[in-house]
């Protein structure tokens, strides 16, 4: 039931470890086109989703923090909702941050040095080298600034990681071995068991509040959403109306079935959004 996540420099062979840990493993593959997939579901068109992706925000986006709101809310539900069913590779999505405190996940990052990265870039794009370092620059920024506005955290702190591997000294075979030898630990398993329950709840309460910051029926900014006991969803907080408060209910009850919900929320008259400062 193991859950490995992975996080990767352009041209440091991330993508080809991660597909080949998942082979020998039989676990499930989860890389961005799988993401997307799931986003649409919640009704969000992929162009709209994919424009974030490990991309650092727009001055706009970062002012009309909403849009970044529901973002976050819905990579987090996906990320969770795949990670429930254990024995499955993810690649990419801030999964390191999403399962942080998750029994029974390895978190890994693959990175390179850049004149072998350089390299890699060239041969597979088919560019020249003033072209290769300008798409590794790109992409390092890009995934520094995403993780800053989006989990308020550094793309190269260490200590968010369980296994960092470099590919400039070890062959990607060679990193295969030691991924899949951590990830079937005797300790990994026994903790990924653990960790079900508690993956469960955290799904479902993750799905219950993407699907109302992406229902523009509601005013979902005052809702609090919480699964103390697996099936059952509780709803505390505020919105504008008797109406909204069954609609709110009637999503939560959506979000999975034979989902109980207890609607505990109050009916009042909601301060209008302003858009927050940077």
Known sequence: MAVIAFSRQLGALGDEVAREVASSLGYTYIDKEHIYGEAERFGLHRDDFEKFDEKKPSLRDRIFRDRLSLYKSLLQSIILQFAKKGDTVIVGGCAHLILENIPGKLRVKILAHFDDRLTRIMEDEGVKKDEAASLINRSDNNRTGFMKHIFDADWTDATTYDLILNTSHIG???????????????????????????????????????????????????????????????????????????????????????TRVVNELLVTVLPVPQAEPM
């Open 172 to 258: 990607k075979d060679e990193a295969c071995r030691i991924i899949a030898g951590a990830a079937t630990s005797e300790r990994m398993q026994r903790e990924s068991r653990d960790a079900l329950p508690m993956l469960q709840k955290l799904a479902l309460t993750g799905k219950v509040e993407a699907l109302l910051l992406a229902d523009r029926r509601v005013d979902a900014r005052y809702v609090s959403v919480s699964v103390e006991e697996q099936g059952i969803v509780t709803l505390k907080g505020m919105v504008n109306s008797e109406g909204e408060k069954q609609i709110v209910e009637a999503v939560a009850a959506s979000a999975e079935e034979e």
